[in-house]
Nanobody, 120 residues
Framework: QVQLVESGGGLVQAGGSLRLSCAASGRGISIYAMGWFRQSPGKEREFVATIGWRGTTSLRDSVKGRFTVSRDNAKNTVYLQMNNLKPEDTAVYHC??????????????WGQGTQVTVSS
């Protein structure tokens, strides 16, 4: 029903910036909450940010003040602006669609992910 495709990942030095995009398609996509999660080798997938259909946002404590999540419903696209990146931000970043929340179980649809690597 919903397809999500992430882009914008890459290799950056610590302190640099990246903007991730998630192009969404499918019926009723504008009323889903959209989440960003990340996963690095050997670790559980963890919540990064979410934005509800009315624009309410929530961010993981460790990225507050550095990351911003937004959505452009006209373009069916969700963004994650990442500034002042740190090596510990290195992970595969996935976008997801579902109910608003911080748990993986709150989301029903997932993208394939995009790699973000931050060097020291």
């Amino acid at each position: 029903q919903v397809q999500l495709v992430e882009s914008g990942g890459g290799l950056v030095q610590a302190g640099g910036s990246l903007r991730l995009s998630c192009a969404a398609s499918g019926r009723g996509i504008s009323i889903y909450a959209m989440g960003w999660f990340r996963q690095s080798p050997g670790k559980e997938r963890e919540f990064v940010a979410t934005i509800g259909w009315r624009g309410t946002t929530s961010l993981r404590d460790s990225v507050k003040g550095r990351f911003t999540v937004s959505r452009d419903n006209a373009k069916n696209t969700v963004y994650l602006q990442m500034n002042n990146l740190k090596p510990e931000d290195t992970a595969v970043y996935h976008c997801a669609a579902g109910s608003w929340g911080t748990a993986v179980s709150s989301y029903d649809y997932w993208g394939q992910g995009t790699q973000v690597t931050v060097s020291s």
